[in-house]
C-alpha cells in the first residue's frame, strides 16, 4: 500500500502528501481485533469539527460539569460526572441545535488595507520593495465565513465535546494542596495563587504529552482501552438505530408490535428514576445511606459497631441504598470483573482480615484511636494540632513537638501506607517478570512500527508542530515558577524542575521525595506532590484524547484547540468555585457540616502532608519511629509476585495466570477517604451487572450496562444539587426533617468514631517517644 502510494505520488506531481486513494485503502482496518470491533476504519474529512454549536455544547458542558465536580469533590459521599455521562447528554443537545438552528452562511467582510496606499509598480528600491510585498496581501478583500448550522450533528463534532469533558471536568489534584494549606495550616493564599497553581501543574502535563505523541498515539500498538468505550459508543449513536428486540427488561421478541428500547430513550428514564430516588437516602430517609441496621441494634457495641458500621466500620454489613456510596471508588458497571475481583480480594485480605488482627491486638497502639477515620491523632486521642509543631513561619517547631506528641494514624490509614511501601517495589517487579519482553519489543517497534489505516488518514490533516507544545511547556513551567516564587511557598526551583522531570503517581514517592529533600515545610511538600503527580495524571489524560482523536479522524489542530481552551476556561471556574464554597457555605470541612460538606479527599491529603511535610519521614517511619515496622513491607513487596510468576510458568493453564499483585494492592489505594461500605457494596452491584448479568444476558448487558452506569450517575448530580440549593443551603441547613429515620444511624459507636480502648491517664505512651517540656520562660 504504502509503495502504491509513492508510485502514485511519483506519477502526479500536484498529487500532496495530504492526499490518496481512499478506495485502495478502504479494506484496510486495524491489526487489533479490539480496535476493529470499536473504530470506523473510513473518513470524511470534509465533515466539520470546529463549529460554532460544537464548542457552545462543549464548553457550557464543561464548565457546568467542572464545577459541579468541584463541588462533590468536598462532600462525602458524593457522586462524579464523568466525561462518558456528557457524551450523552451532549447528543441531544448538538441534535437539537441541528435541528433549530439557521442552515444561512454569513460573510463579516475584514478590515483590509486600502490599496491607494501602495505603489501601483515595484520599487526600485530592494527594502521598499520588501515592505510593499510584505503589505500588499493586507489590501485584498477578504471575508469571515460560517454556519451557526453547517449540517447534521456529526461524530467529529461529539468527539470534540467529549475531549474536552475528559479534560476539563475532574477537580484539579492541586486544588487540595490550596485547601489544606488555607483550612488546616491557616495560610492564606487567595484566589490568583490558586488560579496559577492549577494552570501550571494541568498544562504542563498537556505540552509534555504532545511531544509523546509520536511514541504513545501515533504507532497502531498504542490501542488505549479506555477510548473504544467512548468509540463505540460514538458510531453507535451516530449510526443508524435499528430496533434489535432488547428492551428495558431484556429480549421482547420480535412479532407484531413487539419493539425494543433506543440506548437514548433507556437514558433518560434510568436517569430519571435515580433523580427521583436519590430523594429518599439523600433527604427523606437519610439512613437508607448509611445503612447501618445492625448497628442500629446494637449502638453501643465498638466492636460489631467497627466491623459491620458505615460510617467508620469496615462495611461488613454490605447493603446501602445510595448510589454515591456505591459509586465513591468509581461505578461498578464500568470496571471489568476481573478487577473487580482482584480489588475486592485485597480488599478482604487487608481490610476485613489483617486490619481487626492489627487493630484489636493493639499493635501500634491502634486500638485507642479510632479503627477508620481521615484525619492523625495525637496521644490523648485528638485530632493533631499542627498549629502546636508549627512556627511562625509555618515550619517545623522540633521542640513544640517533643512537648506535644507524635503523630498517630488509625488502623486503616496505617495498613494504607503499609501497602504502599509494598506496592512501591512489587510494581517494579511485576512489570519485569510479565511485561519486561513486551517492553523491550514495545520500544523496538515505535523506531519502526507501520503507520496502520488510522495514521494514514490522519495524514489528510495538518498535525501540530512540536513548537506549540514546546511553547506550552515554557509559558506554563514558567507560570509555576512565578507561583512558587511569589507566594514564598519555599519550594525552589531546582525542587519544581524536579517534580517535574520525575513524575510519579504513586503517592507515597511523591511525599518521600520532597519530605526528605524540604523537611518540615508542609506547604512546599503539597506543592511538590501536586506537580509531580498532576503533570502525569494530566498529561495521560491529554494523550488518552489525542488517541480519541486519532480514532475519531478529529484534525490534530482542533484536538489541540479544544484540549488547551477547554483546561484553562476550567481553571478559572474550578477555583472560583472552591473561593466561593469557603466564602458562603458555612462550617465547610467540619465533620458535622450539615450538608455533608465535610472535606474527606483534603482531609486525607492534610494527613499525608503532616506525615511527609510536617512531621517527616525520619520521625514517623526512621529508626526507633513507631511505624518503623512499615519499611519491611518495601523487601515483602519486591517477592511478592514471585510465586505467583512461577507457578503460572509450570502450569500455564492454572488460574494462577491471572492474578495481578499490583492489582490488588493498588485497588484498595481509595481507603482512606473510602470506607469499607464503599468496597463491599460496589462489589456487590458489580456481581450482579459484571458477572450474573453479563453472562445470562450478554445482549442486554452489551446495549444498555455502561449507558445504565452514566445515567444513574446524572440522575444522582441532579438529584445532589437541586436538593442543598433548595433545602440545604438556604436558611444555613436548617430545613431539615427531624425523625427516626434521619437520626438512627447517628447514635451508634460506628457515627461517633468511638475507638475499642479508651486513652490511659497522660496519653498513649510510646517507648521510642518521651514528652520533653517546653522551658517555662523567666521573668525579666
Not at 475584514?110 to 510584505?134: D, E, G, K, V
Not at 469571515?144 to 475528559?166: D, Q, R, T
Not at 498504542?222 to 438505530?241: F, G, I, K, R, S
Amino acid at each position: 500500500m504504502e509503495l502504491d502510494l509513492e508510485l502514485m505520488r511519483s506519477a502526479s506531481p500536484s498529487l500532496s502528501r495530504m492526499e490518496f486513494d481512499f478506495d485502495a485503502i478502504e479494506e484496510e482496518d486495524s491489526p487489533f481485533p479490539e480496535v476493529r470491533a470499536s473504530v470506523s476504519n473510513i473518513d470524511d474529512p470534509d465533515m466539520p469539527a470546529m463549529t460554532i454549536r460544537m464548542w457552545f455544547v462543549g464548553l457550557l458542558l464543561c464548565m457546568v460539569s467542572s464545577a459541579l465536580n468541584v463541588f462533590f469533590n468536598f462532600r462525602s459521599p458524593a457522586p462524579t460526572i464523568v466525561p462518558l455521562a456528557l457524551l450523552l447528554v451532549s447528543y441531544p443537545f448538538g441534535k437539537f441545535l441541528a435541528f433549530t438552528l439557521p442552515i444561512n452562511t454569513y460573510r463579516v467582510p475584514l478590515p483590509h488595507l486600502p490599496r491607494r496606499m501602495l505603489p501601483l509598480h515595484q520599487p526600485s528600491f530592494a527594502p521598499f520593495r520588501l515592505i510593499t510585498n510584505l503589505l500588499l496581501p493586507l489590501t485584498y478583500p477578504r471575508t469571515l465565513e460560517f454556519s451557526l448550522n453547517p449540517g447534521p450533528w456529526n461524530i467529529k463534532e461529539h468527539a470534540s465535546v467529549y475531549i474536552m469533558a475528559n479534560v476539563s471536568t475532574t477537580s484539579p489534584y492541586a486544588l487540595n494542596a490550596i485547601v489544606v494549606a488555607e483550612v488546616f495550616y491557616h495560610i492564606k493564599l487567595g484566589y490568583w495563587f490558586g488560579l496559577t497553581l492549577v494552570l501550571a501543574t494541568q498544562l504542563v502535563g498537556f505540552g509534555l504529552a504532545g511531544l509523546c505523541r509520536r511514541f504513545l498515539v501515533w504507532p497502531a500498538s498504542m490501542v488505549w482501552p479506555q477510548n473504544l468505550v467512548a468509540c463505540t459508543l460514538l458510531n453507535t449513536l451516530h449510526a443508524e438505530d435499528e430496533d434489535d428486540g432488547i428492551g428495558i427488561v431484556g429480549y421482547v421478541g420480535g412479532g407484531p408490535g413487539a419493539k425494543g428500547m433506543s440506548r437514548y430513550r433507556f437514558f433518560v428514564i434510568t436517569t430519571l428514576a435515580g433523580f427521583v430516588f436519590f430523594v429518599l437516602p439523600g433527604y427523606l430517609f437519610e439512613a437508607l445511606s448509611v445503612f447501618s441496621f445492625i448497628c442500629w441494634a446494637a449502638p453501643n457495641n465498638v466492636p460489631v459497631n467497627q466491623l459491620f458500621g458505615v460510617h467508620s466500620g469496615l462495611g461488613m454489613s454490605v447493603l446501602t441504598f445510595d448510589w454515591t456510596q456505591i459509586s465513591w471508588i468509581g461505578s461498578p458497571l464500568m470496571v471489568p470483573w476481573w478487577a473487580e475481583v482482584h480489588i475486592f480480594v485485597g480488599f478482604v485480605l487487608f481490610y476485613w482480615i489483617l486490619t481487626p488482627v492489627l487493630y484489636y491486638t493493639n499493635s501500634w497502639n491502634l486500638a485507642y484511636f479510632p479503627i477508620s477515620a481521615n484525619e492523625p491523632y495525637d496521644r490523648f486521642g485528638n485530632t493533631y494540632n499542627v498549629t502546636r509543631v508549627l512556627r511562625s513561619n509555618d515550619t517545623f517547631d522540633e521542640a513544640a513537638y517533643n512537648d506535644y506528641s507524635p503523630l498517630y494514624l488509625p488502623a486503616t490509614y496505617t495498613i494504607t501506607y503499609l501497602l504502599a511501601f509494598a506496592l512501591s517495589t512489587c510494581v517494579i517487579v511485576h512489570t519485569a517478570l510479565y511485561h519486561g519482553r513486551t517492553l523491550l519489543n514495545g520500544f523496538k517497534k515505535i523506531r519502526v512500527e507501520k503507520d496502520d489505516i488510522h495514521a494514514k488518514l490522519m495524514r489528510n490533516y495538518p498535525e501540530v508542530p512540536d513548537w506549540w507544545f514546546l511553547i506550552a511547556v515554557g509559558v506554563f513551567f514558567s507560570l509555576g515558577v512565578v507561583t512558587v516564587e511569589v507566594w514564598s511557598t519555599d519550594v525552589p526551583v531546582w525542587a519544581l524542575l524536579l517534580s517535574i522531570l520525575l513524575p510519579i503517581t504513586l503517592n507515597l514517592l511523591a511525599q518521600i521525595i520532597p519530605g526528605t529533600l524540604l523537611p518540615g515545610k508542609p506547604l512546599a511538600n503539597m506543592v511538590f506532590k501536586s506537580y509531580a503527580v498532576q503533570t502525569l495524571s494530566a498529561g495521560t489524560s491529554f494523550v488518552q484524547d489525542l488517541k480519541l482523536g486519532h480514532y475519531v479522524k478529529v484534525p490534530p489542530r482542533a484536538t489541540f484547540m479544544v484540549q488547551m481552551v477547554a483546561t484553562t476556561l476550567a481553571a478559572f471556574v474550578q477555583v472560583g468555585v472552591k473561593e466561593w464554597m469557603f466564602s458562603n457555605v458555612p462550617d465547610i470541612c467540619q465533620k458535622d457540616q450539615p450538608s455533608q460538606l465535610t472535606c474527606p479527599h483534603n482531609q486525607v491529603f492534610y494527613t499525608a502532608s503532616a506525615v511527609w511535610g510536617l512531621i517527616g519521614p525520619t520521625r514517623q517511619f526512621g529508626t526507633g519511629s513507631i511505624y518503623h515496622p512499615h519499611l519491611y513491607a518495601i523487601i515483602v513487596g519486591a517477592f511478592l509476585p514471585l510465586p505467583f510468576f512461577f507457578w503460572q510458568r509450570r502450569y500455564p493453564k492454572s488460574w494462577v495466570r491471572y492474578v495481578s499483585t499490583p492489582v490488588v494492592l493498588n485497588g484498595v489505594s481509595y481507603i482512606p477517604p473510602a470506607t469499607g461500605i464503599n468496597y463491599s457494596s460496589w462489589f456487590a452491584v458489580g456481581f450482579v451487572f459484571q458477572y450474573l448479568i453479563r453472562k445470562k444476558n450478554f445482549a442486554w448487558w452489551s446495549k444498555f450496562n455502561y449507558v445504565l452506569s452514566s445515567a444513574l450517575d446524572s440522575g444522582t448530580v441532579i438529584s445532589v444539587m437541586l436538593i442543598f440549593f433548595t433545602l440545604q443551603f438556604p436558611k444555613g441547613g436548617k430545613i431539615v426533617l427531624n425523625w427516626w429515620g434521619n437520626t438512627v444511624y447517628t447514635e451508634t459507636a460506628d457515627w461517633n468514631r468511638t475507638p475499642f480502648l479508651p486513652i490511659p491517664d497522660g496519653g498513649v505512651v510510646w517507648k521510642g517517644w518521651t514528652p520533653v517540656p517546653l522551658p517555662t520562660p523567666t521573668a525579666t
